[in-house]
């Protein structure tokens, strides 16, 4: 029999860019995991066999062959030294992906090795963060206000509207943003 992964990467359909197409929950049961239950199901064996992946709003996954994910941008210098850092957020130490701090990833300098541009995330938590910062901040210039989270303010410094950096944004750096309340 074909062991998970192998099951996986037959349905995938990776297009030019290294990216699945999305795939469905209900597929993923019946192709990939068959006869497993469904209570506490584990996706990290994508991740152990060198890919990423990412959730939609509809539960559906999309895996990224490692040469194209996120992970593959970050200098190996500041991957080595937070591999094994927890989340800024929940604290967790699973399912981590490194994030560079400034959200729009056309103006972030992905060959910096200045570990302070990069902080570890949960990988929900940063693909909300990614969601957020390069489709709507992007197309409308109104930064993340953390009031939707129940924080007192939006913005550590600054306001609303991008005026050209990431800087006092919840997102850019959560942990000094959370420090400072």
Wanted: glycine share 6%; charged share 35%; aromatic share 12%.
């Amino acid at each position: 029999m074909d062991t998970k992964i192998e099951r996986l990467l037959a349905i995938c359909k990776f297009n030019s860019k290294g990216k699945s197409r999305w795939i469905t929950r209900e597929e993923m049961d019946s192709k990939v995991f068959l006869t497993e239950t469904t209570n506490g199901r584990n996706y990290t064996f994508i991740r152990t066999a060198g890919y990423n992946y990412e959730w939609s709003s509809t539960k559906e996954i999309r895996i990224f062959k490692t040469s194209s994910g996120i992970k593959s941008n970050i200098p190996s210098k500041v991957r080595d030294k937070l591999k094994d850092a927890a989340c800024v957020v929940t604290g967790l130490k699973e399912d981590i992906q490194i994030d560079h701090k400034v959200g729009r990833e056309e103006d972030a300098d992905w060959s910096s090795t200045d570990e302070d541009l990069y902080q570890p995330l949960y990988f929900k938590i940063n693909y909300k963060k990614r969601e957020y910062c390069n489709k709507v901040c992007k197309t409308t210039d109104k930064r993340f206000d953390a009031r939707s989270l129940g924080y007192s303010k939006g913005w550590e410094e600054g306001g609303e509207d991008f005026e050209g950096s990431c800087k006092g944004c919840y997102y850019y750096d959560i942990a000094k943003f959370r420090s400072e309340l």
